[in-house]
């Protein structure tokens, strides 16, 4: 049959299973916005902002494992969805970007609405194309998919001219998978290098098992419940890997890094084995990696990108493959080899009460209050509220240190926050994002009053597509985490920390045709709280938590300093 490439680009997100799009039109994806109106087989979101749009997109994927998929035009179009691909590049997130471009003749002229979208995504996205031939849109757009969900995940970028989209050409539908004779990337590992992982694992008298995001990105949360259980090693997830073991696991000592626990902390730092499974020992985990490379021990780094093996981090056993793939294999590997010789229980024992001795430290207590919210005290209730059992999204700040602390998610998928780019205003078009893959659950967004005013607006696109999350903004009137680090680093002198002038918030959503609500006592919180999710479970309910102002995330590693050298609260300043 003969399309015109709009009709293309259609066909072929059907055809990829696509059921949601968000989007905001302009004049060179018109007729991409025509061909959506001609069908019925996927819905089209209306976002306010294209930034939104693509965090939408972005939280689709991360908690349903579908590739997000985002359309906005050329010019402001895209450059206001930098932001969105970037943060999503970071956390390696697999997503379709298709942006509209002038006509093939006009580029390079500075024509009305053009920028050279190429060459600004290029350091963001994983891929990108320029299709300036209609008959290549249809392999362009099946190669973006493919590219975006295979190997280390990411988000491909499709620009099209305005009037490639109207130019016919003969279409074919899709036959077979997608295969690209240039781009192969490995998923199975070696088996020797897995060999050399089960040995080192089964001589360790003090091992640790540290995963992160990409352990939730290929699915492999039951792989690692089951090494963890069957190596009886504990067990720490990185900020994008939490839930991939249970946080309500006795095995589970907490988060690592700046804001981890004492007790990951220190088991970090002084295991005798560490495997590293889909995480990038990255800054804010490892603190100073000179310090960390002074306790000497084995580490097995699993990863499906090879180039981030030994990146930052010198590793001992490399192991490039899918993390479910190669946690099977060394699963099964482990299991024959203990039968055949169990290792003595004795060590594994002594480090237990080690770490136990750590943890007894409970170095995320916090001093409570009868007069003023308490932060954490309102993420406890949050967890009690919902049985542990919500999606929640955060915002970047103190509140999502917070919400990563306190709120022990018990499953992968159920927590979508910026992690590599620290992206604040995501809170929101994550919700809405997470609600549209995830329509019949419970949906939490965890913001500061800073974070949720860069995308308020969004306020709007819930309404139109009675989108129901229930914001909680801990609203201590000041850019949290900003104003920790200007107390601690910088002489208490807090220039531009403190936020005046507020909405009144309970108003600004009443205005959007939403529930609003100001809770100023601690024991206002947790009925608030039930009201939200019982009452008013069918209607976007605004909670804005008047909090202590003066509380800080604890513990804290300082920037440059090792992971043993945790600030555990004010009287360590």
């Not at 022990?408 to 809405?432: D, H, I, K, Q």
């Not at 500061?448 to 801990?474: F, R």
């Amino acid at each position: 049959m003969e399309l015109n490439g709009a009709d293309i680009v259609v066909r072929c997100l059907i055809e990829e299973g696509v059921e949601h799009v968000f989007g905001y039109p302009g004049g060179a994806v018109l007729y991409i916005y025509d061909a959506i109106y001609k069908q019925d087989q996927f819905q089209h979101i209306l976002v306010r902002h294209e930034q939104a749009a693509v965090h939408a997109a972005d939280a689709y994927s991360r908690s349903s494992n579908k590739t997000g998929v985002a359309l906005v035009t050329s010019g402001p179009g895209v450059t206001n969805a930098v932001t969105g691909i970037a943060t999503a590049y970071m956390d390696s997130v697999p997503m379709v970007v298709i942006s509209g471009q002038v006509p093939t003749h006009a580029i390079g002229q500075d024509a009305f609405q053009e920028c050279d979208t190429v060459g600004i995504t290029r350091p963001c996205v994983k891929h990108n194309f320029l299709v300036r031939d209609v008959k290549d849109v249809a392999e362009t757009m099946r190669r973006a998919f493919y590219i975006a969900r295979s190997g280390r995940p990411g988000p491909v970028l499709v620009d099209i001219p305005k009037d490639v989209s109207v130019a016919m050409c003969k279409f074919a539908p899709k036959r077979g998978e997608t295969r690209m004779r240039s781009y192969a990337p490995v998923t199975k590992g070696h088996q020797g290098q897995i060999k050399k992982a089960v040995q080192m694992l089964l001589a360790a008298e003090r091992p640790m098992i540290y995963a992160g995001g990409g352990v939730v990105l290929s699915d492999a949360a039951d792989e690692l419940r089951k090494l963890v259980n069957i190596t009886g090693a504990p067990c720490t997830n990185t900020l994008m890997g939490l839930g991939a073991f249970p946080g309500t696991d006795e095995k589970f000592v907490g988060m690592p890094g700046m804001h981890g626990t004492y007790e990951a902390n220190l088991a970090m730092q002084n295991c005798d084995v560490l495997i590293g499974i889909g995480a990038r020992f990255d800054d804010r985990v490892i603190g100073n990696p000179r310090h960390f490379a002074q306790t000497p021990r084995k580490i097995v780094h699993i990863d499906i990108d090879p180039s981030s093996i030994s990146k930052r981090v010198r590793v001992d056993v490399p192991i490039v493959g899918d993390v479910k793939d190669v946690l099977q294999d060394l699963i099964g590997l482990y299991a024959q080899a203990v039968a055949e010789h169990a290792p003595d229980p004795k060590p594994l024992a002594k480090w237990w009460e080690q770490i136990n001795t750590w943890r007894a430290k409970k170095c995320l207590d916090y001093e409570h209050s009868d007069t003023l919210i308490k932060p954490q005290y309102v993420i406890e209730k949050l967890w009690e509220v919902t049985r542990g059992q919500a999606f929640v999204t955060s915002d970047v700040g103190q509140h999502q240190m917070w919400a990563a602390q306190y709120y022990p998610f018990p499953e992968p998928r159920r927590w979508v926050n910026s992690g590599g780019l620290g992206t604040m205003g995501v809170g929101l078009p994550y919700a809405m994002g997470v609600q549209m893959a995830n329509p019949d659950r419970d949906i939490a967004v965890i913001t500061g009053e800073g974070s949720i005013q860069m995308n308020i607006q969004e306020l709007s696109t819930c309404s139109q597509y009675h989108l129901t999350p229930k914001i909680l903004c801990l609203n201590n009137r000041y850019l949290g985490m900003v104003r920790q680090w200007q107390q601690i680093e910088y002489g208490s002198r807090y220039s531009e920390s403190y936020v005046d002038a507020l909405p009144d918030f309970v108003k600004l959503a009443e205005s959007y045709g939403h529930v609003g609500m100001r809770i100023d006592k601690p024991e206002d919180v947790e009925p608030a709280l039930r009201e939200a999710f019982t009452k008013y479970k069918d209607r976007l309910v605004f909670m804005d938590f008047i909090t202590d102002q003066t509380e800080n995330v604890w513990p804290m590693v300082k920037t440059g300093k090792g992971l043993t050298e945790m600030l555990l609260g004010s009287e360590d300043l």
